[in-house]
């Protein structure tokens, strides 16, 4: 039973003689999200088939996909992005290449970049919740890993040593937070230089490292309890 319910199934709740609020889904407006969740699994499992080594499956779900990408996408869009999308339906190919898809989602106005996959607008709270929950658990199974290392954790002979045993999960987030932050805020303080007629300072990467590996020694001292881990 709370297995049906958690998966967005209600019992029906008889009401009585008397009571004015029905407590039955179709008046409390439960289901008002599910189209946005339904596509969201179905994007969810789009990408579990992606990660994937089933070459045959990939192929094949592809396949079918692209011509509903066209099909749909022509319904909303002007004559010649139509006609271009319903040529592009007809190319007698089972499993379209990378160039087409890229083509369909260009004409329909989305511009997919392959070196930022995650765009901040479509992304909440509980995405960051899990994407917290996916760091420790990546940390937590980088543990055997760590403790081949553990002597040069507790007692490193430099800054670059330390770091090369870090995870690189930890390390990669870091330097992705810190960086941006930090080449965001120059943008804006070289725009104002440039007013000035000032030069231009370069950013402190060295800054960042050290402020990236001051955090990660944090982090695995949390939780590698026990551990001598070097605070630098």
């Not at 070459?55 to 992005?81: D, G, R, W």
């Not at 899990?130 to 002597?151: D, Q, T, V």
Request: proline share 3%; glycine share 4%; hydrophobic share 40%.
């Amino acid at each position: 039973m709370n297995c049906y319910e958690e998966k967005g199934g209600h019992i029906y709740q008889r009401v009585g003689q008397g009571i004015k609020k029905d407590p039955n889904c179709d008046n409390l407006s439960h289901h008002k999200n599910d189209t946005k969740k339904a596509l969201e699994v179905i994007g969810y499992w789009i990408l579990n088939i992606a990660n994937s080594d089933n070459l045959a499956f990939q192929e094949k779900i592809l396949a079918h996909l692209a011509p509903i990408l066209c099909i749909i996408n022509t319904q909303e869009k002007s004559e010649t992005t139509s006609s271009t999308l319903l040529s592009v339906q007809n190319i007698k190919n089972e499993v379209p290449s990378l160039f087409i898809i890229l083509i369909i989602l260009i004409l329909v106005k989305f511009n997919y970049n392959f070196d930022k996959k995650l765009n901040p607008k479509n992304l909440t709270s509980k995405h960051f919740f899990e994407f917290g929950e996916a760091l420790a658990h990546s940390i937590i199974l980088a543990k055997n890993e760590l403790k081949i290392h553990k002597k040069l954790l507790e007692s490193p002979t430099s800054i670059e040593e330390y770091r090369s045993i870090f995870p690189s999960c930890l390390v990669q987030f870091y330097d992705g937070l810190l960086k941006t932050l930090y080449e965001t805020k120059k943008k804006i303080i070289d725009r104002q230089r440039k007013y000035r007629k000032k030069p231009l300072k370069p950013l402190n990467y060295e800054k960042i490292t050290k402020q990236t590996t001051f955090f990660i020694s944090i982090i695995l001292n949390i939780a590698f309890k026990g551990w001598k881990i070097w605070e630098f």
